[in-house]
C-alpha cells in the first residue's frame, strides 16, 4: 500500500536488537515490493534506551535514505525533541552505538527471555495455588516489558475497595503492607482501558526483585475477596 500510495514509512524499531520471541527482527528498510525497495521511502525510528540500556540519557535516533532525510528535515521530528540532549549525551550514544559488542546483546536477550519464563511460571503457578484465574501474562515478542493483566479480581474487593481501575488497583498494590508493596504502571497511561486492570512489569529488574514483587503480588491476591 505505501508504494502504491506513494507513502513515507516511520517504522517503529525501538525494540529491533531485543526480539524475545525467538524470531529475527525484519528491519522494514529491507523489504522489497515486487522487486524494488522500500529503503528510500522508509524512516527507522530507534532507542538507545531500549537496546543499551541507556534510558538516563533519553535519546532516539532515526535512519533512512539522505535524499529522504534532509526532505524531512528534523523539523518533522520536533515531538521528539522534548528533552535537553548534551554533548555529553551525544558522545556516550555515539561510542554505544559503534563499540557495543554482540555479546551484549545476547547476554541481554538471555536475560530478558528467562525473566518472561519466570514471570509466567509463577503467574501460572499461583492461578494453580488460588483455583482460579487471577493473573494472566502477554507473550511479548520483544523489549523489556510484559503486560500483566489481573483478570480474576476485576469487581472483587480489597480492604472493602472494589477493584474496577488500574489506577485504583495500582495504588492498594503499592500501599499494601505499610507501603512494602509492589509498583506497576497501569497500562491506562499508554491506552488500554483501565478496566483491563492490566500492568506494564519491568522485565530488567533483577531476577530476585521479579521474584520479591511477584510473592506480594500472591500476598495481596490472597487478600481479595
Known sequence: MAVEKDLI???????????????????????????????????SLRSVSKDHGLAGVRLGY????????????????IFATCFNIDELAQNIVA???????????EDQLKRLRSHVKLVKDLATQY????EYEALRTSDPAGGMFLLLEFVGVRGK????????????????????NNNAGVAFLPASCAGFDESDLKFRLSLSSPKDQLQLGMQRVLDFLLCVK
Not at 516511520?10 to 528491519?27: A, F, P, Q, S, W
Not at 532515526?62 to 521530528?77: P, T, V
Not at 561510542?95 to 546483546?105: F, H, M, R, V
Open 157 to 176: 474487593y480489597y480492604n472493602g475497595i472494589k477493584l474496577e481501575s488500574d489506577i485504583t488497583l495500582g495504588e492498594l498494590l503499592v500501599r499494601q
Open 9 to 43: 514509512m516511520l517504522v517503529d524499531e525501538m525494540n529491533h536488537k531485543l526480539r524475545t520471541d525467538g524470531e529475527k527482527h525484519i528491519c522494514m528498510a529491507s523489504v522489497e515490493v515486487k522487486g524494488k525497495s522500500v529503503f528510500d521511502r522508509t524512516v
Open 127 to 130: 492461578n494453580k495455588s488460588l
Open 62 to 77: 532515526a535512519l533512512g535514505a539522505n535524499k529522504l532525510m534532509n526532505r524531512l528535515g528534523i523539523s518533522s521530528f
Open 95 to 105: 561510542i554505544a552505538l559503534t563499540k557495543t559488542p554482540q555479546p551484549y546483546y
